[in-house]
């Protein structure tokens, strides 16, 4: 919970120090255009991140059920698979994300 809470405070301090510099903007220039760029960044890193550790905890459980009962391996091995392809999915939609913040102009 302690670590939560650090990475939130230093989340909560980045968006204070950066938000100045977004509103100052007066023409839309090229900071607007590089909070863009950091924002599709961040949104598939965060995206990417989140679903590996996903997939990892899955398959690391599903290998595990498999291990100790090989006879419903069938089983645990579709549901794995459809797991699988939801937490992928959740990839390809902060991909799209990120590349509407890229594309879009202000």
Known sequence: ??????????????VAVLA???????????????????GAGLAIGIAALGTGIGQGIGVGKAVEGIARNPGAAAKRQTALLIGRALIASLAIYALVVSLIILIVKW
Do not use: C, I, Q, R
């Open 1 to 14: 919970m302690k670590k939560f809470m650090t990475v939130m405070a230093l989340a909560f301090a980045v």
């Open 20 to 38: 100045p510099a977004a509103f100052a903007a007066e023409d839309g220039g090229a900071s607007a255009h590089a909070f863009g760029y950091l």
